[in-house]
């Protein structure tokens, strides 16, 4: 069984049976075993620990574990993962101190259970930062073009994602604005481009459309372009995602 929670800024995953390969992603990534300790692979070396924080575009494999792992998954762009980000230290990895994941997984099991709708996931997901020692920071994106371009990917609509349609907006050529998003971001705009198409993707499979029509109203060629995606970026394909999965959105997502 596998329980995901759709919000604005990430996805969190629940799951006793995350089993992904080899792939890189543009999120920030943090894992904690419910119960132990897990394997993972992070850019070639093995290690075993009880819970850590993955820094966008490291190479990483996480094993399965046989017992429930937490997975939150994290818009680069956004304040929560800048948090992250300063724990890090422009580390590729940071492993989480064993005393402080006894704590974690203390919490977790008393309250895990409560979470049922947004409100009791805000209220979980905060008491869960604070254990953490995560404070919201403020991002580093500068640049007014930049935030605002953001926004206009989060507000839109359409099936279609023209980088030169939002560069007119903004005053900018295609390759200035690709230029600025690196810059403030440390990011690539191609790549926030298709984790933004999948994370819609995902959106779409969980509010009942199939996994055809998802693809094309997230702005996919066709379902295996979505299901190529998926597996290159999650290590698991939409269907793998959706097998035997509870989805719970937990903020809007237009």
């Given at each position: 069984?596998m329980n995901?929670?759709?919000?604005e800024h990430h ?8 089993d ?15 119960t132990?300790?897990f394997d993972?692979?992070?850019e070639?070396?093995s ?11 490291v190479v ?8 429930p792992?937490m997975?939150?998954?994290?818009d ?9 980000k300063?724990?890090?230290e422009?580390q590729r990895?940071?492993v989480?101190p064993?005393g402080m ?7 977790v099991?008393q309250?895990?259970?409560?979470v049922?709708d947004?409100?009791?996931y805000r ?9 953490l020692?995560?404070?919201q920071?403020n991002?580093?994106?500068?640049d007014?073009?930049?935030r ?5 990917i989060k ?8 980088v ?5 907006q903004?005053?900018l050529?295609?390759?200035r604005l690709?230029h ?11 790549g926030y481009?298709?984790?933004?198409k ?11 459309h199939?996994?055809t029509?998802a693809a094309?109203?997230?702005g ?14 999650l ?8 097998k035997?999965?509870?989805?719970l959105k937990?903020?809007?997502?237009h």
């Amino acid at each position: 069984m596998m329980n995901l929670y759709g919000a604005e800024h990430h996805l969190m995953v629940v799951s006793d049976s995350i089993d992904a390969e080899e792939h890189r992603h543009s999120f920030v990534q943090v894992t904690f075993s419910l119960t132990g300790e897990f394997d993972i692979e992070v850019e070639g070396l093995s290690l075993r620990c009880p819970g850590m924080i993955i820094n966008s575009n490291v190479v990483h494999r996480l094993k399965e574990a046989g017992h429930p792992l937490m997975l939150l998954l994290i818009d680069s762009t956004s304040e929560l993962a800048a948090s992250f980000k300063r724990v890090l230290e422009g580390q590729r990895y940071y492993v989480f101190p064993p005393g402080m994941m006894k704590s974690i997984r203390k919490f977790v099991q008393q309250e895990y259970a409560g979470v049922q709708d947004p409100d009791s996931y805000r209220s979980f997901l905060g008491q869960l930062m604070r254990l953490l020692g995560v404070q919201q920071v403020n991002t580093a994106i500068v640049d007014p073009r930049i935030r605002e371009f953001i926004r206009l990917i989060k507000d839109c609509t359409d099936s279609e994602h023209s980088v030169s349609q939002y560069a007119r907006q903004l005053g900018l050529s295609n390759s200035r604005l690709s230029h600025l998003f690196k810059e403030n971001t440390g990011i690539s705009l191609s790549g926030y481009m298709v984790l933004h198409k999948l994370q819609k993707a995902t959106y779409f499979i969980f509010a009942g459309h199939s996994i055809t029509d998802a693809a094309m109203a997230a702005g996919f060629d066709s379902p295996s372009h979505l299901a190529a995606t998926s597996k290159q970026l999650l290590g698991m394909t939409a269907k793998d995602i959706r097998k035997d999965s509870v989805f719970l959105k937990v903020s809007s997502l237009h």
